[in-house]
């Protein structure tokens, strides 16, 4: 799909410039030209005084395809230095959900280096098996040789669902392989399920900034493919009497290897406080906090609670702190057991990435401000009076 100007039709009026909201209108030689900025908006085409600019549609013919050849339900079990990340636990969790409505076998892939007691854990949650892939190259992540061999285990094995987290990794390389499959993907889905009627995977993922849900399906090709937001779905709890096989394949040979990155070194965040994901209390600063200065009582606050810091879009948007810290629709969905929010006036962005949290605590001069409809306890007043007081009382109780 493209916008396009007939160059003989257009009369060099320019009324489309100023219909464009992103500048992607130029005049060249008194005719209207698109460029890279176009994002469909089709503005353009309504403005437009003698119908030169058209909308153009673009087909595409894949090969036809026999669904029923594909079967499985697969999950990508991530690790980092060597140490199987707990979203691999939550999609054995939702995989597992699935396979009982399919009747499908559940799989864990696992690309790595010396992890055949973390490929047999990933039974204990839930994998009736597990495809473990053992070679040096795999140690560390590197999206080139990562979408290389679950491009090619896909291809051999043909499962029907492929799931994998939303985090940095899956976000890197999974569209590598929907699009080396020749699959549609959608990305940070919030919720899972199966059509009752047609066997299709219902992969819903909020839309338009969160003001909506939308429940995108993929009738005509497989595998079905998804990303996950990190904790959203209920992690698979352990039971070392479930039974599976698992599958070790050593060396990469037959696999279309694309190697030409390396990974060299990997130089790991230095940070006071503990990782925002995986936190059981989280802190997060917003718009009240005034600056980046203010972010200072938060890490304070964060530190004697042995809590990570957070922030809303707003402060990163501000550059205050890095993006990492985001929670929220277009960060890091979060469910610690505790969430303090300081400053932050609960846009329906932030609450969605938050507000499964078990206990929510807003700090926040505004009395009206909508985080207090989600927030488990509430404290008007100013911030930076009120969280001063709550460090020394936590340090107070711990004899510091």
């Known amino acids: 799909m493209a916008v396009v100007v007939i160059k003989d039709q257009c009369n060099g009026c320019e009324a489309c410039l100023a219909s464009c909201p992103y500048e992607a209108i130029e005049m060249v030689d008194g005719v209207a030209w698109i460029n890279e900025k176009c994002t469909i908006c089709l503005a353009c085409i309504e403005a437009c005084p003698v119908e030169a600019i058209i909308q153009e549609e673009s087909k595409v013919e894949l090969p036809d395809l026999d669904k029923n050849s594909y079967s499985g339900i697969w999950i990508f079990a991530e690790q980092r230095n060597g140490k199987v990340s707990s979203v691999a636990m939550e999609l054995l969790g939702a995989g597992r959900k699935l396979a009982g409505k399919t009747g499908e076998k559940l799989t864990a892939v696992l690309l790595g280096h010396g992890m055949e007691e973390a490929a047999r854990d990933l039974v204990h949650?839930?994998?009736?098996?597990?495809?473990?892939?053992?070679?040096?190259?795999?140690?560390?992540?590197?999206?080139?040789?990562?979408?290389?061999?679950?491009?090619?285990?896909?291809?051999?094995?043909?499962?029907?669902?492929?799931?994998?987290?939303?985090?940095?990794?899956?976000?890197?390389?999974?569209?590598?392989?929907?699009?080396?499959?020749?699959?549609?993907?959608?990305?940070?889905?919030?919720?899972?399920?199966?059509?009752?009627?047609?066997?299709?995977?219902?992969?819903?993922?909020?839309?338009?900034?969160?003001?909506?849900?939308?429940?995108?399906?993929?009738?005509?090709?497989?595998?079905?493919?998804?990303?996950?937001?990190?904790?959203?779905?209920?992690?698979?709890?352990?039971?070392?009497?479930?039974?599976?096989?698992?599958?070790?394949?050593?060396?990469?040979?037959?696999?279309?290897?694309?190697?030409?990155?390396?990974?060299?070194?990997?130089?790991?965040?230095?940070?006071?406080?503990?990782?925002?994901?995986?936190?059981?209390?989280?802190?997060?600063?917003?718009?009240?906090?005034?600056?980046?200065?203010?972010?200072?009582?938060?890490?304070?606050?964060?530190?004697?609670?042995?809590?990570?810091?957070?922030?809303?879009?707003?402060a990163v948007d501000s550059g205050w702190i890095p993006y990492s810290h985001q929670v929220g629709q277009t960060g890091k969905t979060v469910q610690p057991k505790l969430y303090i929010a300081c400053g932050i006036s609960g846009a329906v962005q932030h609450l969605a990435g938050m507000q499964a949290s078990d206990v929510i605590v807003a700090i926040n001069k505004d009395a009206d401000a909508p985080i207090f409809d989600v927030a488990t306890y509430g404290l008007v007043g100013d911030l930076f009076q009120i969280i001063p007081e709550i460090v020394r009382s936590v340090n107070a109780s711990r004899g510091q």
């Open 125 to 314: 949650f839930g994998a009736d098996e597990v495809l473990y892939v053992d070679d040096p190259a795999l140690a560390q992540f590197n999206d080139g040789p990562y979408a290389s061999v679950l491009g090619d285990l896909i291809e051999e094995h043909k499962p029907s669902i492929v799931l994998a987290g939303a985090t940095f990794m899956g976000r890197s390389f999974i569209p590598m392989v929907a699009s080396r499959v020749n699959t549609g993907l959608t990305a940070d889905c919030t919720a899972l399920d199966i059509d009752p009627e047609t066997g299709d995977l219902l992969q819903t993922r909020p839309a338009f900034g969160g003001n909506i849900m939308a429940t995108i399906i993929c009738p005509r090709h497989r595998p079905q493919m998804a990303t996950v937001r990190h904790k959203v779905m209920a992690a698979a709890p352990k039971d070392t009497g479930h039974k599976g096989e698992v599958h070790v394949i050593r060396g990469l040979d037959g696999i279309r290897m694309d190697d030409r990155t390396k990974v060299l070194e990997v130089v790991e965040e230095i940070i006071d406080t503990v990782n925002l994901a995986e936190a059981d209390i989280i802190v997060s600063g917003g718009r009240g906090l005034g600056g980046p200065e203010g972010f200072k009582i938060i890490e304070e606050l964060a530190l004697a609670l042995d809590g990570a810091v957070g922030a809303s879009r707003s």
